[in-house]
């Protein structure tokens, strides 16, 4: 299947991260159930590798069937949004569950014994997977060619926020107690995780940061550790790639540093318009210089909103946004949802891209 030009003008719709793991029919529960065997013995990681497997396919196909074009894997391997990427670094030891920020989410705390290291891919064979999973998918005829897949990194400085040093003397542990040196570290491993993706055929790599939204006193750490990632990006240009990279805020009004991020060196921002309803005003307003991720639909709640309206609502956004390109998508991932409900929110996508393209 031919990717589509994720760069291209106008109204895309796009995955904002996660998908259920699981459903009401036994086939949808197959990776609950191998998870609960492998525990007592009775599956093996093989066992498990499949079901991930089945259940990404899944995750896709209904993605692609709701509507989408910019598709993600579901981030159906994934335990939480933090653990899954962090614990893939050597020197970097996963420990007890935390909440994460004011959420039903939990992670298990990533806690340094030394400086991470990249031995291994982090998500570029889980692309890999994906994106040969939505080749094989069948597409609707007026959907050929435009439909990609994005590949997901956490952010540095949300990595080194909810991580920890190894509480004893070891002094290549110790060096990491600031919270730039861990930033730093981590931008490191995913900076050269970006290369790889690019390589790869990654058209825009999304970099989920809701820390920065959360703890804006530490805007100067999440702006060292996103530079290094840009200038992975630049690298990456350098040897005729064509990729972006997409910074994605939610879990917090983020209208207070609406511009700040607008000045990072991202080449999409991703916002969450459902904690604060003149965050619309706000841009409407002030406009962008960068294209946006429109956040507009609630990825924590089930209820179902009103596409006029909100179809209204981007009509005041689009004319706003430098060379008319948004991409209409959840709030935030939706594996909190029922799955369901979960279809039921990215089919209202196209029903509101419907009103506004008339």
């Known amino acids: 299947m031919p990717l589509m030009n994720a760069h291209a003008s106008g109204l895309h719709l796009a ?12 086939e949808l529960q197959l990776l609950q159930r191998t998870i609960a065997a492998l ?8 066992d498990l590798l499949d079901a991930e497997n089945e259940m990404t396919r899944r995750a896709i196909a209904d993605q692609v069937k709701a ?70 998918t069948p597409t609707p005829t007026n959907k050929g060619g435009k439909l990609s897949m994005k590949p997901i990194l956490p952010g540095p400085y949300t990595l080194a926020k909810f991580s920890r040093v190894e509480q004893s003397q070891n002094g290549s542990a110790r060096e990491f107690d600031s919270l730039e040196a861990r930033a730093l570290a981590y931008a490191e491993a995913l900076a050269a995780e970006i290369e790889v993706l690019s390589k790869m055929g990654a058209e825009v790599i999304q970099i989920d940061e809701p820390a920065a939204v959360i703890e804006p006193q530490d805007w100067a750490v999440l702006e060292k550790a996103i530079a290094f990632l840009a200038q992975a990006r630049d690298r990456a240009r350098g ?8 910074l994605y805020v939610y879990f917090q009004d983020c209208a207070p540093v609406y511009e700040k991020l607008l000045g990072l060196p991202v080449d999409v921002v991703g916002l969450d318009f459902t904690y604060n309803p003149k965050l619309i005003d706000l841009v409407s307003s002030a406009g962008s210089p960068k294209p946006l991720a429109l956040g507009l639909v609630d990825a924590q ?11 209204r609502q981007i009509e005041r956004l689009l004319p706003k946004i430098s060379g008319g390109r948004a991409y209409l998508g959840p709030s935030s991932g ?22 506004v393209n008339g």
């Open 239 to 246: 040897e005729g790639q064509k990729v972006e990279l997409a």
């Open 301 to 311: 709640n089930a209820h179902l909103e009103d596409p006029a309206v909100i179809a």
């Open 67 to 136: 509507g989408l074009e910019v598709i993600t894997d579901g981030q159906i391997r994934w335990y939480d949004s933090l653990s899954h990427v962090a614990g893939k670094l050597d020197n970097v030891k996963l420990k007890d569950k935390a909440q994460f920020f004011n959420t039903i989410f939990h992670f298990r705390q990533p806690v340094f014994s030394g400086k991470p290291g990249r031995s291994g891919n982090l998500v570029a064979n889980e692309y890999s997977f994906a994106r040969n999973a939505l080749g094989h």
């Open 334 to 355: 939706l594996e909190p949802l029922e799955r369901s409900a979960a279809i039921a929110k990215l089919e209202l996508l196209g029903s509101i891209r419907d009103l």
């Open 15 to 26: 995955s904002a991260g996660s998908f259920p793991r699981t459903g009401d029919t036994a």
């Open 39 to 46: 525990e007592l013995g009775d599956r093996t990681t093989a």
